[in-house]
């Protein structure tokens, strides 16, 4: 009996030591390296993800694109992406396939994109590391689709009345300049050799620019066109007697209608003409007595009436070096191709470069992977000839 107890005493020991070793081992291959504030260098994962889709109300007609085709060309992009950081580190490459070939306004031309995120690591309770919630870090190819790039321009609205002043058509909210649709550039041009425009965000301090654009079109032409001072004064000077018009009309039928109310505004009426006689005066000054280089320059933003007629000012000021309008090149786009062929393709890149040895460092890393290892010249390749 002691035997027998002596031999289960031992066998006790050799289990708890076979035990202790393996935990032991276990818990020096899966360390977790929480918590610590600094996960740059835990190395992530490429893998798809189906939460970055947001497929408009608008559809492509069917049988006017090959998703097959669509799919391999946004694989392609994958696997530059791929090539350019290999083993994300500091956070997962989470990558979503849009092949709905949908749009949210009728004015843009169908496409299909490819969208990268790239949340970071946290330790959480228990000490793992798990991913992030959406950071803002992500690298997206529009092919086809120039909507998130640029932003159409509100036509500007006489007040007290629903009326705008610009309009393409009367069903439209958007600013437009001899029937074509005017856009704004937010984003500061930085260079174009020949077939790639790069953009920046706009950044008014000495920061570095955490948005990225890449324009990849057709060599020799351009996507789009800046709006001139000149095209755009010319249909200005119209629209303030258009804008005059409809305005005093409606202070006059407010004024029957409500006498004590609009007495100020339309006892004042006199006073606005005058304004508005100088407000065209200043538009023809420009007009004639400016150079053509001048008179060249791209647009920044609209004129607003109601400043313009008010402004002290002798000659028109315009701001420079802000945002930019312009009008999409309309001919560029070969209609009777199929939509899944590639006629430009515009890259985005958001990462901000602050944090280049901190614990944001992995945002950086993102970026710089991106900017120096994607191919440009084989995306490029990648459009019709």
């Given at each position: 009996?002691?035997m027998k107890?002596?031999?289960?005493h031992?066998?006790?020991?050799?289990?708890g030591?076979?035990?202790f070793?393996l935990?032991f081992?276990?818990?020096?291959?899966?360390?977790?390296?929480?918590?610590?504030?600094?996960?740059?260098?835990?190395p992530?994962t490429?893998?798809?993800?189906?939460?970055y889709?947001?497929?408009?109300?608008?559809?492509?007609?069917?049988?006017?694109?090959?998703?097959?085709?669509?799919?391999?060309?946004l694989?392609?992009l994958?696997?530059?992406?791929?090539?350019a950081?290999?083993k994300?580190?500091?956070?997962?490459a989470?990558?979503?396939?849009?092949?709905?070939?949908s749009?949210?306004y009728?004015?843009?031309?169908?496409?299909?994109?490819l969208y990268?995120?790239h949340?970071g690591?946290?330790?959480?309770v228990?000490?793992?590391?798990?991913?992030?919630?959406?950071t803002?870090?992500?690298?997206g190819?529009?092919i086809?689709?120039?909507g998130?790039?640029?932003?159409p321009?509100?036509?500007?609205?006489?007040?007290?009345?629903e009326q705008?002043?610009?309009?393409?058509?009367?069903?439209?909210i958007?600013?437009?300049?001899?029937?074509?649709?005017?856009?704004?550039?937010?984003?500061?041009?930085v260079?174009?050799?020949?077939w790639?425009?790069?953009y920046t965000e706009?950044?008014?301090?000495?920061e570095?620019p955490?948005?990225?654009?890449?324009?990849?079109?057709?060599?020799?032409?351009?996507?789009?066109?800046?709006?001139?001072?000149?095209e755009?004064l010319?249909?200005?000077?119209?629209?303030?007697?258009?804008?005059?018009?409809?305005?005093?009309?409606?202070?006059?039928?407010?004024?029957?209608?409500?006498?004590?109310s609009?007495r100020?505004?339309?006892?004042?009426?006199?006073d606005?003409?005058?304004?508005?006689?100088?407000?065209?005066r200043?538009?023809?000054?420009y007009?004639?007595?400016?150079?053509?280089?001048?008179?060249g320059?791209?647009?920044?933003e609209?004129?607003h009436?109601e400043?313009?007629?008010?402004?002290?000012d002798t000659?028109?000021?315009?701001?420079e070096?802000?945002?930019h309008?312009a009008?999409f090149?309309?001919?560029?786009?070969?209609?009777?191709?199929?939509?899944?062929?590639?006629?430009?393709i515009?890259?985005?890149?958001?990462?901000?470069a602050?944090?280049k040895?901190?614990?944001?460092a992995?945002?950086?890393?993102?970026?710089?992977?991106?900017?120096?290892?994607l191919d440009?010249?084989?995306?490029?390749?990648?459009?019709?000839?």
């Open positions: 009996m002691k107890s002596q031999n289960i031992k066998v006790s020991i050799l289990l030591s076979i035990l070793v935990v081992n276990s818990f020096g291959q899966t360390a977790s390296p929480c918590p610590t504030d600094n996960l740059n260098n835990y992530g490429w893998k798809h993800f189906s939460g889709s947001a497929p408009g109300h608008l559809k492509a007609e069917p049988g006017s694109y090959d998703k097959t085709a669509a799919d391999a060309n694989q392609k994958l696997d530059l992406a791929k090539k950081y290999p994300p580190m500091g956070g997962n989470n990558f979503t396939k849009h092949l709905d070939f749009n949210v009728d004015y843009l031309p169908f496409g299909h994109k990268i995120g949340p690591f946290v330790c959480t228990g000490d793992k590391v798990t991913e992030t919630f959406e803002g870090v992500y690298l190819f529009h086809n689709n120039y998130p790039f640029v932003f321009v509100n036509a500007p609205e006489v007040p007290g009345t705008l002043i610009g309009v393409i058509d009367e069903s439209d958007f600013y437009g300049i001899n029937g074509k649709r005017v856009f704004l550039i937010h984003e500061n041009f260079s174009s050799n020949g790639m425009d790069h706009k950044i008014y301090q000495d570095i955490r948005q990225q654009w890449y324009i990849i079109r057709r060599e020799n032409t351009p996507l789009f066109s800046y709006v001139t001072r000149k755009y010319t249909q200005f000077r119209e629209e303030i007697k258009t804008y005059t018009d409809i305005y005093m009309r409606h202070v006059a039928d407010e004024y029957k209608k409500y006498p004590e609009y100020q505004t339309y006892d004042g009426l006199d606005y003409r005058k304004r508005v006689q100088n407000a065209i200043l538009v023809d000054d007009l004639l007595n400016k150079s053509e280089d001048e008179l320059k791209p647009l920044s609209l004129i009436f400043v313009l007629l008010y402004s002290e000659d028109l000021k315009f701001r070096d802000r945002f309008l009008f090149n309309e001919e560029y786009l070969d209609k009777k191709l199929p939509l899944h062929i590639p006629q430009f515009i890259v985005e890149l958001s990462a901000p602050h944090d040895s901190g614990s944001d992995w945002k950086y890393n993102f970026r710089n992977k991106m900017m120096e290892g440009f010249k084989a995306i490029h390749d990648m459009l019709v000839k």
